[in-house]
């Protein structure tokens, strides 16, 4: 029975209460509470969206390579010894038209310059892991690089030739008559792509430099570098004065690559076209004997 009548009481309570939400100044007070929470939520959205934005920016910033690079103060090259382009003198300073270019774009962005030799092979891990924060040397502008990087303009002419020993350069005049060599290979490079779409026998090392070691050693019978490398490095008052280069295989371009999307390409573009303009490149090509190869820069 108490149950009944407390059961009773709450039902008519209920009642009561739905009777006075029914009252215009309660509707009243309801649309003013109403307007006020959406002003609120209004200010709230705003803050929201104002933050959206800042992140935003921030997000812009992080893209930026050149922020990135700035930042930390150093621009870091990735290398190998390759004269006449990066190479050390007697103090174990880097030097070499690359070396030489790469310390003056980085002076004019405000930064320290860092060289690091890397394997070759791996020059697009390297990049995209920020280990390095670009490739400069002598690379090649292959399609697998032009895919893979964000790439300078065209500034140097090169070509991959064949290296043999000088006593038997004359048997090796063309393409025929390299079937039956074994060759050594830079691995990843220009040369091992050529070497592959001949079908020559190759064995991949880690540089150039060491390309050259093995036909010295005669543990393989010919190589294949860059013609710029090999007029600076193979033949008379040389340290391989008893080699030499034979054929030319191609036609092919240097190009300087950072991380795709890296707008210090960019600004490399623009430093090259002033200091083209200015003569400092064309000075600095003729330092190292690579002047002829030097593409105009507009």
């Given at each position: 029975m108490?149950?009944?009548?407390?059961?009773?009481?709450?039902?008519a309570l209920s009642m009561s209460l739905m009777a006075c939400g029914n009252s215009g100044a309660a509707d009243n007070s309801s649309v003013v509470s109403d307007v006020d929470t959406l002003d609120i939520n209004t200010d709230a959205v705003?803050?929201?969206?104002?933050?959206?934005?800042?992140?935003?920016?921030?997000?812009?910033?992080?893209?930026?390579?050149?922020?990135?690079?700035?930042?930390?103060?150093?621009?870091?090259?990735?290398?190998?010894?390759?004269?006449?382009?990066?190479?050390?003198?007697?103090?174990?300073?880097?030097?070499?038209?690359?070396?030489?270019?790469?310390k003056s774009f980085a002076?004019?962005?405000?930064?320290?310059?860092?060289f690091v030799e890397i394997d070759w092979d791996n020059k697009i891990m390297e990049l995209d892991g920020k280990t390095i924060d670009c490739v400069?040397?002598?690379?090649?502008?292959?399609?697998?690089?032009?895919?893979?990087?964000?790439?300078?303009?065209?500034?140097?002419?090169?070509?991959?030739?064949?290296?043999?020993?000088?006593?038997?350069?004359?048997?090796?005049?063309?393409v025929e008559s390299l079937s039956e060599l074994t060759f050594a290979v830079e691995a990843g490079s220009a040369g091992e792509e050529q070497a592959n779409e001949l079908g020559l026998n190759c064995t991949p090392v880690k540089a150039q430099a060491?390309?050259?070691?093995?036909?010295?050693?005669?543990t393989s019978d010919a190589a294949i570098i860059d013609s710029l490398m090999a007029a600076?490095?193979?033949?008379?008052?040389?340290?391989?004065?008893?080699?030499?280069?034979t054929i030319g295989l191609n036609d092919e371009e240097y190009g300087v690559g950072f991380r795709k999307g890296s707008d210090l390409a960019e600004a490399l573009n623009d430093f090259l076209v002033t200091r083209y303009a200015d003569g400092s490149i064309l000075h600095c090509a003729e330092t190292y004997g690579v002047q002829a190869a030097i593409i105009e820069q507009k």
């Open positions: 108490k149950k009944f009548i407390a059961l009773t009481l709450t039902l705003a803050e929201s969206n104002s933050g959206d934005n800042t992140q935003a920016d921030a997000v812009s910033a992080d893209d930026s390579d050149l922020t990135y690079v700035q930042d930390k103060g150093t621009l870091v090259v990735g290398i190998t010894d390759f004269e006449p382009m990066d190479y050390k003198n007697a103090d174990g300073d880097w030097i070499g038209f690359d070396a030489d270019m790469a002076e004019t962005i405000g930064v320290e310059v860092e400069w040397n002598g690379m090649t502008l292959t399609p697998e690089v032009t895919s893979s990087m964000e790439c300078s303009n065209a500034y140097c002419n090169n070509a991959q030739v064949v290296i043999v020993p000088s006593d038997v350069a004359d048997q090796y005049q063309d060491d390309a050259l070691m093995e036909v010295a050693a005669g600076a490095m193979v033949g008379e008052g040389t340290g391989y004065a008893n080699l030499t280069y």
